[in-house]
């Protein structure tokens, strides 16, 4: 059963019938726990051809309002008015995964070790993502932390200045952690007293 308040705001974006199928949608998803369209469009209850199943689904997926920004974002926000206290400490890590030729980009919300996804993007790339792709990835949901205290975890990749250097101008700390050969220093005004390296992980 979707909460009431995801059913009353997809219920603002979508028509009954899209509506519809979305719930239909979330509930196999969770039941097959598959997100493959071949499969859900094989156990979509709808008395029409497989084919035409997979491409009521398709062209479902492909509404132009389907968006992050204005389906999920939104959902993200309440969750953390309704379970999060201003001022409250988060944490949110980047990450990117790479299947085969599927390069994706996460940022997400940790809580209670399970990580909630925020925001992500599909690079048009293989490989490492840059400062302007992560930029990009992290921007949207600043604005949505502004009232709790945010840390930003992120892996080897991660460890840029221009990064820090960003994350500082907004107000963000942040923890990326540094290759085994790395070297830095620490200026007389920085307030750490204590650094810590960190060895290469298995």
Known sequence: MIPR??????????????????????????????????????????????????????IFLDLPHLTIELIWLPLITYWLTTYCRVGTRLSRSIDRSQWGYINLFMVSLIWERR??????????????????????????????????????????????????NWLKAKGVSFCLTLFCHSRGSISSDTPQKHCQSYGRAS
């Open 115 to 164: 990580a909630i996804p925020l925001y992500w993007s599909l690079l048009p790339k293989l490989g490492s993502s840059n400062f302007e792709e992560q930029t990009t990835n992290l921007q949207p949901v600043l604005p949505l932390f502004s009232e709790y205290k945010v840390i930003v975890l992120g892996d080897r990749e991660f460890c840029s200045v221009d990064l820090g």
């Open 5 to 58: 308040f995801y059913q009353t705001h997809l219920q603002k974006h979508l028509t009954p019938s899209q509506f519809l199928v979305m719930t239909i949608l979330l509930s196999l998803m969770q039941s097959e726990k598959q997100v493959r369209l071949e499969r859900l469009s094989r156990v979509f209850p709808c008395l029409i051809a497989a084919e035409s199943r997979r491409r009521k689904l398709q």
